[in-house]
């Protein structure tokens, strides 16, 4: 089972509309989980963190998350075709000694392509 | 706004070359990360260093691979004698702190073709 699952999409919304992105992890004690996105040749840029239950809002973008159930998820309202792009998933979870790591486990990432 | 900046951008090297690639971190980050990520592939996480010694490391992260911090700015990684497999994509990151809500930044990154 891999550690962090997302499907790699192509995800295609139209232009304007909500694009829902998931990922779960395998990992009970993941403590910190992050969204990047990731346009091609380039290089991961952080869009949203979130450490605990429940939605988190930055402007067009929401990250819930939900550790009974694994998963974590970015809704982008609005969409817009500059938002076309590879959206990762990254966690970060604590390690057997009580500590924590700084490891980032990323999953394959989500192909968005947003139709004008 | 400070980033992380990564030189050269492409580098192409012979097989059992050594390549030292280099990055800056942010001004004021104390911990330093390099990952890589094959072509089509997810990003892998290689090594952490804070405080002038390496905090944890990948099973990719063998013999082959060290890094260094030589100076207060600089941040390199090394792979002694190159192979094919270690065409890739490597993204240097630092982060300020180790709380579990520290955010890491990355650098855009150097293409590392073995020929």
């Known amino acids: 089972q891999k550690e962090v699952e997302q499907n790699s999409g192509p995800l295609s919304v139209p232009e304007g509309a909500i694009a829902s992105l998931n990922c779960t992890y395998s990992?009970?004690?993941?403590?910190?989980f992050f969204w990047y996105r990731q346009y091609s040749g380039k290089s991961p840029e952080l869009i949203m963190s979130i450490y605990s239950n429940g939605d988190k809002e930055d402007g067009r973008f929401t990250a819930q998350l939900n550790k009974a159930s694994q998963y974590v998820s970015l809704l982008i309202r609005d969409s817009q075709p500059s938002d076309s792009a590879t959206y990762l998933c990254a966690v970060r979870k604590v390690v057997n000694y009580g500590g924590a790591t700084n490891k980032l486990i990323f999953g394959t990432g989500t192909l968005l392509a947003v139709q004008p | 706004e400070p980033e992380v900046t990564q030189t050269p951008s492409h580098q192409v090297t012979q097989m059992g070359q050594e390549v030292i690639l280099r990055c800056v971190p942010i001004?004021?980050?104390?911990?330093f990360y390099w990952y890589r990520q094959i072509l089509g592939q997810k990003v892998e996480f290689l090594v952490s260093?804070?405080?002038?010694?390496?905090?944890?490391k990948s099973e990719i992260f063998d013999d082959q691979f060290s890094v260094e911090r030589p100076d207060g700015s600089n941040f390199t990684l090394k792979i002694r004698s190159t192979k094919l497999e270690d065409s890739a994509m490597y993204f240097c990151?630092?982060?300020?702190?180790?709380?579990?809500?520290?955010?890491?930044?990355f650098g855009a990154g150097t293409r590392l073709s073995v020929l």
């Open positions: 990992d009970r004690v993941s403590q910190s």
């Open positions: 001004s004021n980050h104390l911990y």
């Open positions: 990151a630092s982060s300020d702190g180790k709380g579990p809500k520290n955010i890491q930044y």
């Open positions: 260093f804070y405080n002038n010694e390496i905090s944890e």
